[in-house]
């Protein structure tokens, strides 16, 4: 049996401070360009020549404002503030590569399906069929008072509506123009025919829709569907919906429980287990040998920022740390913030400062740090060990982050066979499935695909 071969996405945020907070003081690191054009076009052709499957960009709408009851430190750490739209850079970067994917994040609650449905057919064309959709509902409440909302709608409220959403976009995607619907004839004077661009007519609790979708089906028609959620509710969303699936894990043996429970809401949904990639989160410090790793760790440590890291984590909780001593317990409150990170608290035995030391390198990602054999040691028993297909890379500092790991990872992983040696053809479906670039028949947009006019 051939082993699995590790897939790879770029970790990464338009704005300075994404994941590991506090770099951004560091001399070399670059991400307060992240407003210029060169820093996104240039990072992607360095990922392309690395064989990254993907640029994952992530996003948030709403502020950090839950530790100390304001924004004073994501101002001051830059942490996710500013931040600029994601999916206005892929155009640029489309243009200077032809291979890398681009995983987008986009939160549904606040943006009209059928003008998003555009959107990202628009840049699956451009792309050429590289583009995915990370499908998120937001959790901040800064978010809904901005929006216009009292607070934050109830959690799994939000994954019923999400579920619409994605009702409606199929019928846009999958169902509206058939694919013979373009015949770009000018004998005939016919670009379309009319009679195979159907209207959409949806009636439902959340969306009403009627209108035919404004872009001929592009490569994929449904961009590659990634989500994270590892509630009960955020699972059966998955199951039914996502290809990828991003979790976060903290150790071999619970990551293992996550991917276990991916794989089965998908067949629960009348899929196949290997219908989904699950990617993990981590961060990577590599050196040619042990001793020049280290000494980075704990040269990039000196310019991290725990409390930054600390900040970002209670809005993600809905807890303000700010409150609590430094060895005084947390206490565990349910809320409507993230599921997965408030469940890491329920035992209330976390103190700000355990919260601190997890917090080292300003993110409380799993670190692998060594030379390029120990780090292809470690990624290759983390996938084999756990089901994992593959790591969403966060960045350190940038772009010598992604730089080092091309240049030192990447060749041992290919000596060792568990890392492509070049780009598979077709759109990024193909390249991840080797199944076609369209969602397979199993998947639940298929009922969506044979409306009548």
Known sequence: MTAKKILLNAFNMNCIGHINHGLWTHPRD?????????????????????????????????????????????????????????????SAMAAVTRQLGFGLTANLTYEPPYLFARRMSTLDHLSRGRVGWNIVTGYLDSAAKAMGLDEQVEHDRRYDQADEYLQVLYKLWEGSWTDDAVANDPARRVYAEPGKVRKVRHQGEFYQVEGYHLCEPSPQ???????AGASDRGLLFAGRHAECVFISGQNKASTRAQVDKVRASAVAAGRQAEDVKVFMGLTVIVAATEEAARAKHAEYLAYASAEAGVAHFASSTAIDFAQYELDEPIQYVKSNAIQSATKHLQNNDWTRRKLLDQHALGGRYITLVGSPQQVADELIAWLDETGLDGFNLARTVTPESYVDFIDLVVPELQRRGRYKTEYADGPLRQKLFEQGARLPQRHIANEFRHLTA
């Open 30 to 90: 670059t991400s307060t360009q992240y407003k210029t054009l060169e820093y996104w076009t240039e990072l992607a052709q360095t990922l392309e020549r690395g064989l990254f499957d993907g640029l994952f960009i992530a996003d948030i709408v709403g502020v950090y404002d839950v530790y100390q009851n304001s924004i004073d430190v994501p101002l001051r750490e830059s942490i996710q503030l500013p931040v600029n739209d994601p999916l206005l850079l892929v």
């Open 221 to 227: 028609r449904t961009p590659v569907l990634f989500q």
